[in-house]
């Protein structure tokens, strides 16, 4: 199948090299010439593991190349909307500038029986508003709505391997056709049993949404949990471990600690309620504020757990933070809870270091105020506080004894509870968890 590819950021280069693995012919299409040329010569714009390899064996292939021309998306069978929905600067709304101009874009160039399919998230509502203003020019095109499930950091393999297909599509015969061509399209995996459903477009559209405020609503609720340990003596890893083995609860999104970020949780909550409150029903989302507050919380209580370590001063304190991206195996600082903690430190007179093994060059693009060192063990020299923040493997198999002999005190803040305690106490350290005793 040809295959058009609109924004090729996170989501979109994913997708148009994942297709094209998939045996499809594929045109990625971005407005930034610079992505453009990086992408053709097989490089990732950003750290993702298994995209370099993916990109340049589908490069090799001859079924990928990339474009900023939208005319090269002529001709396409189907045309995946992959552009950004950031949040509006000073609101909580999504911008959806950007999903507008792809559809302006590409209208004039959609022939009859071609599919359009949004993968960007989008407030309900957005599909058949864009139908109705840009569809109309080419009447026999079909919209569909496929929203995009992927994690950063194991963005291939949920691109490739899915947990579930969700199609939202319009009523009667167009629908049937739009849901034929991503069933040609995601042949491959269908084959291997992923669930397919298929559904309106509002109802896709909030499948979206819905899973992601589930998922953040579970980390507030375990971050909560933590607060109330703290209070009362108790440990939440503990307490994560039982309820967790109730298969209703589940393990999984259940680790405490400075909270979640990224750019897809804390702006997916924020449109959520802003969309909610535009429909009247505010007060269905009521809860999500008390989400986003718990989980900005744990950044100022990291803030606080580190002065009570550096002995009730911040001032003038050495504090090294390991990690900067708002998860391991990405190089993504947007909204990371490490950065903001590591800047709220510095205001209040510590002296900070940080370090990351992939994302120090975007962190200092936005915090160009902090001190980056990207040698760990120079970043742990003399520290007098040492804060886990971001859980790369590299910083949890770290050696407590040696690491001892590096720092000028041996204090420990672990913002992941990643580390095993014990190990840490027992060469010496002074160990403190989030929501532990
Ligand atoms: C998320 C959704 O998981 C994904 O399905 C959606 O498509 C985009 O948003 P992502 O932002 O890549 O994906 O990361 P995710 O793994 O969900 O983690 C989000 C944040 O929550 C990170 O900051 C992570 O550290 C934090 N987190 C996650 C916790 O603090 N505790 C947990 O138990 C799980």
């Known amino acids: 199948m040809r295959i058009s590819v609109i924004g090729c950021g996170y989501l979109g280069a994913v997708h148009a090299a994942s297709m094209a693995k998939l045996g499809h012919d594929v045109v990625g299409i971005d407005v930034d010439p610079k992505k453009i040329d990086e992408l053709s010569v097989g490089h990732a714009p950003f750290f993702e593991p298994g995209l370099p390899d993916l990109l340049q064996s589908s490069l090799d292939s001859g079924r990928l190349k990339f474009s900023t021309s939208m005319a090269d998306a002529a001709g396409s069978a189907v045309h995946f909307i992959c552009v950004g929905t950031p949040q509006r600067k000073g609101e909580y709304a999504a911008d959806l500038r950007y999903v507008d101009a792809a559809f302006a874009g590409l209208a004039p160039h959609l022939s009859s029986g071609e599919v359009v399919v949004g993968k960007s998230t989008v407030p309900v509502g957005t599909a058949s508003r864009l139908a109705d203003e840009y569809m109309e020019t080419a009447p026999e095109a079909i919209l569909a709505w496929n929203p995009e499930f992927l994690r950063e950091g194991h963005?291939?393999?949920?691109?490739?391997?899915?947990?579930r297909f969700v199609y939202g599509v319009p009523g009667g015969a167009a629908g049937e056709r739009a849901a034929q061509a991503l069933d040609e399209v995601y042949a491959a995996s269908l084959s291997e049993g992923t669930p397919r459903l298929v559904m309106d477009y509002a109802t896709a559209e909030l499948v979206k949404t819905a899973a992601n405020s589930f998922l953040a609503t579970k980390i507030s609720f375990i971050n909560a949990m933590a607060e109330l340990c703290e209070a009362a003596g108790a440990d939440v890893t503990a307490l994560a471990d039982a309820i967790g083995l109730d298969d209703r609860i589940g393990r999984k999104f259940l680790h405490a600690g400075i909270g979640f970020g990224g750019g897809c949780l804390p702006k997916d909550i924020r449109a959520f309620m802003a969309r909610a409150g535009e429909l009247g029903a505010d007060q269905a989302l009521t809860f999500l504020r008390e989400v986003d507050a718990i989980n900005m919380r744990r950044r100022s209580r990291t803030v606080e757990l580190t002065r009570e370590l550096c002995d009730g001063s911040l001032i003038g304190k050495r504090i090294t933070v390991l990690g900067a991206a708002f998860k391991p195996n990405s190089d993504d600082v947007r909204d990371s809870p490490a950065l903001s903690i590591a800047a709220q430190l510095q205001l209040q007179g510590a002296e900070v270091t940080v370090t990351d093994p992939e994302a120090i060059e975007n962190a200092r693009r936005r915090f160009p105020e902090l001190h980056f060192e990207a040698d760990l063990a120079t970043a742990l020299t003399d520290a007098e506080a040492v804060l886990l923040l971001t859980?790369?493997?590299?910083?949890?198999?770290?050696?407590?004894?040696?690491?001892?002999?590096?720092?000028?005190?041996?204090?420990?803040?672990?913002?992941?509870?990643?580390?095993?305690?014990?190990?840490?106490?027992?060469?010496?350290?002074?160990?403190?968890?989030m929501g532990r005793a």
């Open 155 to 163: 963005a291939v393999k949920d691109t490739l391997h899915p947990d």
């Open 391 to 433: 859980e790369w493997q590299q910083y949890v198999n770290l050696n407590p004894k040696e690491s001892a002999r590096l720092v000028r005190t041996t204090h420990i803040l672990d913002g992941r509870n990643a580390l095993v305690a014990t190990d840490w106490r027992a060469a010496g350290w002074s160990y403190r968890g």
